[in-house]
Every structure is written in C-alpha cells, then in structure tokens.
C-alpha cells in the first residue's frame, strides 16, 4: 500500500539540537499523513485490525463506596466488582527525586482474534509486572446480524470502513477484556467505525463525535442483549467509570473530540498525530498524549512511535514485503524503540508511548520487536510500564510548577534534579 502522498519517508526531520518549539509544524503534519492510509490495509480473517499549559482542574468522578458485592448493571453485560486492583498510587514527586520512566504500550481495536495477540500481550504484561492501555472498538462487540444498530457520522447506518468481528472473536474478545481490567490494565476506547479522510473523524463535529461516543457505551453496555449469549458472565467493570480516555481513528478531529469529551469527563486524549518526546501539557483541561518522534535508521531521522510507521518507510506499506530483510527491519524497529527510550531514560525522563495494532505485518516482526522492547525497558530500575489512566492520575498530583520546569527539558538533557523538583 502507499501512502496517499506516495512518497516514501516524507516528513524526515534530522536530530534536533534546538528546542522542540522550533521545529516546523509541518514535520508533523507530514508525520500524521502517514498514518492516515492505514486503513486499506488487509488481513487474512475476517477482522481487520483498526489503525491506527497552565494550572487546569479535572473533575473527579465520584467513587461508589462498595460494599463487597457484585452489582450486575443494566441488561447483565457489565457489573461493578469494586476498584481495580493494583493500579499505580499517584504520589506528588519529593524535592529533588527524579522522576520515574514511564512507558505506555497502548494497542488500537482490542480484538482478539485468531493470532490471539490480544492475551499474549496481557500475558506479557503480567509477566513484566506492565500494564497497558487496549482501545477497543466498539462494533467488535457488536454482531454482524444487528449492524443497523451503529448509525455512524455521515455515513450509512450499519456502515464500517472495518469489519465486524464474527461472534467467536467477540466471545473471545469479551474474555480478554474481562481478564485485562483484572490485571490492572486499561480499556479506552477507539470508538467504532474507524472513518478517516473525507466524513471521518477530522470532518465531524462536536456532536457527531458525542454520538460516536454514546454509540461505544451503548454497544458495550447492550452486548449481552445484541449477542443474545446467555453463557457468558457480565464484565466485571461499569464502562462509565473506567473509561477516561481514547485514540481516534487515523489520529483525526482531536479539536472537535476535545470538545465533546469535556461532558464525559474523560482525563486524556491519545489523538494527537505526534510530537517530540517531551513532558505532555493539557489541551482544554485534557491531558495530550500523542505519537512522538523516535529516532528511526541510526539518527537519520524522526518516525512516530507507531508499527504502521515502520511499516511504511521499510516496506513502502506492503504489509507483505522483502522476507529476506525482515531480521534487519525488526532489528531496526528494536533499535528506534530503544534510541527513544534511551534518550529519556538517561535525559529528561518523559514518558515514553508506543501504540499499535494487533497484526502480522512483514512476517510479525514489528510484534517481535515489541516483546523484545517490553522485556528490555519494564525490567530496569527506575521504569514503571503503565497505562494512560495511570499516568493521567499521576500528572494530576504534581506541582503545576515542577510539570512546567519538566517540560523545560529537552529529551536527552539530564538536568540537576534538585532544580526541577523544587
């Protein structure tokens, strides 16, 4: 596949020595066009994976006092089993201490299917002691049989530019949710018809994409009722409550999205195309965290932090390519992961996000390359592997003035703590 520009590693941009404010906006206009191909791509079964400031206050949502039992919500699809377990206890930083590493493996659609990706990375993850942030799409708990269900924003109702999930892979999928948030991960959202371009996310408006929003919940609160499956027990968490955050389709319409998530009182958005691995700020009250820029090839220059982007500037798009360079090109994803990582890690200490998508692209190697990446980075002193909520949470409890003196810093500058933690 090629990109709708159909050049190849447009939007290069060189190692900056300079500070992230002075590089051109277009590099990362550039940078998000990349992405927004990816939805021609195919796969063998029949479900497609979905591609990919000052001082300001969140509203806290209001925590229900539980009593030990398990409230089953609505027709029987959710339940509230209590708090979630092991989650990240944000604490303010202490005078002087160095921030810690944080890294976010966050995954677009959330299926599993039958490569079974969606367990094997939350098996990872608990062998790694991570948790991770799964975006699920909403139509993959939807059947096919009841699509008129979805009207989506300017669109056909019962249209998707993906597939719908068969009801085996939303039985399966429905398990691995209910085991993730077990785990101490986290489910957002990546909404559900994964539109791009023309009538996608970047042309709808703000209550389009309150609809697309409504929709989600509606569909993973009704799945019991929609599926008609009887033999399965409800998940074991209120969607309202656990859901604070989600990336768009193609990383398109952030400015209208902000605005329509205020009402929901989310925390964060993961819908930005990209930027510099710097300490994230708040958009309108909500926290930013978007793509970033790794050094890809040695330095040469910046790709997003993102498999379809190596997929892009190795293989053209192809998700088929040249076999015989599959070790170098998963070696070269390896190494900008870890070039990424590094520099924060011994520099500004920023947090680090990765996104992908669950598939086998050029023989599964930018699959490998990610356990290779989780088993390396969650294992070193310092490092804490979480998911975006808890990052969120984390950030909320700062100083406002420690977070400005952070985002101060250039990736690899490694300052005296001791003047940035006041």
């Known amino acids: 596949m090629k990109s709708p520009s159909g050049r190849r590693r447009a939007g290069r941009a060189p190692l900056r020595t300079t500070r992230p404010g002075f590089l051109t906006l277009a590099v990362l206009l550039v940078a998000a066009s990349l992405v927004a191909g990816y939805l021609v791509l195919t796969r063998s079964d029949s479900t497609a994976p979905t591609a990919s400031a000052g001082k300001q206050t969140v509203p806290k949502a209001k925590k229900t006092p539980w009593d030990g039992k398990t409230k089953v919500l609505g027709d029987g699809s959710t339940s509230y089993t209590g708090p979630q377990q092991g989650e990240l206890k944000p604490v303010p930083l202490k005078k002087g201490e160095k921030p810690p590493q944080f890294v976010v493996f966050s995954w677009d659609g959330a299926l599993q299917g039958d490569d079974e990706l969606f367990s094997h990375y939350r098996e990872l993850a608990k062998e790694y002691n991570a948790h991770m942030t799964f975006f699920l799409t909403g139509i993959y708990l939807l059947p096919k049989s009841k699509s008129d269900l979805y009207n989506p924003p300017q669109h056909p109702r ?131 965290f978007p793509l970033q820029m790794l050094p890809y090839e040695g330095g040469k220059y910046q790709g997003l932090s993102m498999d379809f982007n190596f997929l892009y500037n190795q293989s053209e798009g192809e998700t088929e390519g040249d076999a015989a360079k599959y070790p170098e090109w998963e070696q070269e994803t390896v190494n900008s992961y870890m070039a990424g990582f590094n520099r924060v890690y011994y520099g500004s200490r920023a947090p680090l996000f990765v996104g992908n998508h669950f598939e086998d692209w050029n023989g599964g190697i930018y699959m490998k390359a990610i356990d290779q990446v989780i088993k390396n980075v969650c294992t070193k002193p310092g490092v804490k592997c979480v998911s975006f909520k808890e990052l969120a949470a984390w950030m909320d409890v700062q100083k406002p003035e420690t977070l400005d003196r952070l985002r101060s810093l250039d990736p690899g500058q490694s300052p005296d703590w001791s003047t940035v933690v006041e």
Do not use: M
């Not at 371009?197 to 009704?222: A, N, R």
């Not at 399965?232 to 309202?240: G, Q």
């Open 158 to 288: 019962g249209s998707a530019a993906i597939s719908y999930a068969t009801d085996e892979h939303i039985r399966t999928t429905l398990e691995q949710l209910g085991e993730a948030w077990k785990d101490g991960n986290e489910i957002g959202t990546h909404f559900n018809g994964h539109f791009c371009g023309t009538k996608g996310g970047g042309d709808w408006s703000v209550d389009e994409w309150k609809s697309e929003i409504d929709q989600f919940y509606d569909f993973v609160e009704h799945w019991k009722t929609n599926t008609g499956f009887s033999d399965i027990p409800p998940l074991p968490f209120d969607f309202k409550k656990e859901v604070t955050g989600g990336r768009a389709p193609c990383l398109e319409g952030q400015a209208n999205l902000l605005k329509a998530i205020k009402s929901y009182k989310w925390a964060y958005d993961a819908s930005s195309a990209g930027d510099f691995q710097i300490w994230p700020r708040k958009k309108d009250g909500i926290w930013d």
